[in-house]
């Protein structure tokens, strides 16, 4: 089994800066990818960002230019460093992995979500 451990969420003013993090961990072979959702109050969860084993990386049209992901395959470690940070930003954020455990089996691992909220 797979687990994902998220930090780095909190309280920023708009136009600030966070950086979330998430550590995967487990009889993991590889990852082939890695992202992050989010769902806001009343709207429907979006994907933010991910990033293939290989670096290839896609983003949420409301967040580029602003957002970068980033990945540490020696840490098994996804991150999202978010710039110029919005009110319409705050929302629960989840971290995902899909890959191949030790065994040869899929996995599809989720965070337990961690709190951004962009206020004055």
């Known amino acids: 089994q797979v687990q994902l451990v998220e930090s780095g969420g909190g309280l920023v003013q708009p136009g600030g800066s966070l950086k979330l993090s998430c550590a995967a961990s487990?009889?993991?072979?590889?990852?082939?990818?890695m992202g992050w959702d989010r769902q806001a109050p009343g709207k429907q969860r979006e994907l933010v960002a991910t990033i293939t084993s290989g670096g290839t990386t896609n983003y949420v049209e409301s967040v580029k230019g602003r957002f970068t992901i980033t990945r540490d395959d020696a840490k098994n470690t996804v991150y999202l460093q978010m710039n110029s940070l919005k009110p319409e930003d705050t929302a629960v954020y989840y971290c995902n992995a899909r890959g191949i455990l030790k065994d040869a089996a899929d996995f599809v691992s989720w965070g337990q979500g961690t709190q951004v909220t962009v206020s004055s």
């Open positions: 487990g009889r993991i072979f590889s990852i082939d990818v």
